[in-house]
């Protein structure tokens, strides 16, 4: 028996030489409903014992005994007229926003469940997409971190920061270019580490990724800090250079905008910005 199936692994057509008269005859045409469900009324079928002609919808073999037409999916039994597993599903901890005994998410029509563990699309086209996103979302982190290192690096503290999240955004972006090469869902080497102490690979990944938008922020909120605090440095340095005016008058000024001991404050004192005669003074205490 020959079968032509569709891009889901769907039976669409099954056909034979037939041994009397050795001619090829279709022997069972299939169509389905979104969520599996056989047509009936105008498919072709024939009489057959060939077990291949049970393997039906997604190339799955039909139960049939006692009316109940389910399809054997291996970890779990499926119901087409529901559209629902009648088991729940083995890694419901990774897809904790749906029922436990969803098809495919809902979407038949992209997603196929190749075991009843777990759906995925048809092919690798998907694993590859989110490879390139991975290795591009990488090497932004390793970016970051790079700049954030430099610029902090006179911290000390902040140069490790950065060299972090630098090595963490090397492995995200070498796991996606692996992932985007190869097809294959790929993890890094940070959620290998994490899978190890025995946590699910979904949640691995999810801390994995959290890890990553964490480190690129905290990069990139050092690294503004960073060129904050250097203009200040360069400001007050411009500043220390000025001749400021010594003030050893009482300027003429309204009674809430300068107060006695305000006035007391700063006589003697370098006045970077005096202001005018309806602002207070601003006095700069000069760091060393």
Not at 142 to 168: E, F, K, M, P, R
Not at 199 to 217: F, L, M, P, W, Y
Not at 261 to 266: E, L, M
Request: net charge neutral; aromatic share 8%.
């Amino acid at each position: 028996m020959f079968q032509y199936k569709d891009h889901l692994g769907n039976i669409r057509l099954s056909y034979g030489k037939n041994p009397a008269t050795q001619v090829l005859e279709i022997i069972e045409e299939n169509n389905y409903y979104p969520f599996g469900l056989k047509h009936k009324g105008y498919n072709i079928a024939a009489a057959s014992t060939n077990q291949a002609s049970k393997r039906l919808y997604n190339g799955k073999e039909l139960q049939d005994e006692l009316g109940l037409n389910m399809y054997d999916y291996g970890a779990r039994n499926y119901d087409p007229a529901l559209g629902r597993w009648m088991n729940i599903d083995p890694k419901a901890e990774q897809g904790r926003r749906w029922t436990p005994y969803n098809y495919t998410f809902n979407n038949p029509i992209y997603f196929i469940d190749p075991d009843g563990m777990w759906p995925d699309p048809p092919s690798k086209g998907w694993n590859r997409f989110m490879g390139g996103l991975k290795l591009v979302g990488g090497i932004l982190e390793a970016s970051a971190g790079t700049a954030g290192g430099i610029a902090t690096s006179w911290t000390g503290v902040g140069g490790v920061v950065g060299g972090v999240v630098d090595v963490h955004g090397a492995d995200v972006a070498g796991s996606g270019l692996s992932q985007l090469i190869t097809g294959e869902d790929t993890s890094s080497l940070t959620s290998q580490a994490i899978q190890s102490t025995g946590v699910s690979k979904g949640t691995a990944d999810a801390i994995d990724e959290g890890i990553s938008i964490v480190g690129s922020g905290a990069a990139g909120g050092v690294a503004l800090k960073a060129e904050s605090a250097a203009k200040v440095r360069v400001n007050i340095a411009s500043e220390a250079e000025n001749v400021a005016p010594v003030t050893d008058k009482i300027y003429k000024r309204p009674n809430n905008a300068t107060t006695p001991a305000q006035r007391a404050s700063v006589q003697g004192k370098p006045c970077v910005h005096c202001g005018g005669t309806s602002t207070p003074m601003i006095v700069t205490i000069l760091l060393h």
